[in-house]
């Protein structure tokens, strides 16, 4: 499983969330591609990139001299999934808690 700190970390940037969503949406960008589009310049992309990388949620590939990148769902479907599973967990227990201060 991902790790949800990390992905959450990575998404917590305004900038990166709008990059990883144009990845998204785009289905696979440049850093040059995205920087056309966004008020940063291209390294910034690139940290960003890099950064979103590091928590899985985008993948590179080598075409010729550009570097592709395509953004990866799993790791956000496991960060979903986790903090589905906490709030389960939290509902229960304030349940519980609701059901004691009423008896």
Same mark, same amino acid.
């Given at each position: 499983? &991902? ?6 970390? &990575? @998404? &917590?940037?305004? +900038?990166?969330?709008? $990059?990883?969503?144009? $990845? !998204?949406?785009?289905?696979? !960008? +440049?850093?040059?591609?995205? *920087? %056309?589009? =966004?008020?940063?310049? %291209?390294? !910034?992309? *690139?940290?960003?990139?890099?950064? #979103?990388? /590091? *928590?899985? @949620? $985008?993948?590179?590939? %080598? ?20 903090? !589905? +599973? $906490?709030?389960? %967990?939290?509902?229960?227990? =304030? &349940?519980? #808690?609701?059901? @004691? *201060? /009423?008896?």
């Amino acid at each position: 499983m &991902a790790d949800p700190g990390a992905i959450f970390g &990575a @998404l &917590a940037d305004d +900038t990166r969330r709008t $990059v990883f969503v144009r $990845v !998204a949406s785009s289905g696979q !960008a +440049t850093a040059s591609e995205l *920087a %056309r589009d =966004l008020p940063v310049t %291209r390294q !910034a992309i *690139a940290k960003h990139l890099s950064l #979103l990388a /590091s *928590a899985g @949620l $985008v993948e590179s590939e %080598r075409v010729g001299r550009e570097t592709r990148f395509h953004a990866c769902g799993e790791p956000l479907r496991e960060a979903i999934d986790w903090m !589905a +599973t $906490v709030g389960a %967990r939290w509902d229960e227990r =304030l &349940a519980l #808690l609701a059901a @004691l *201060a /009423s008896s």
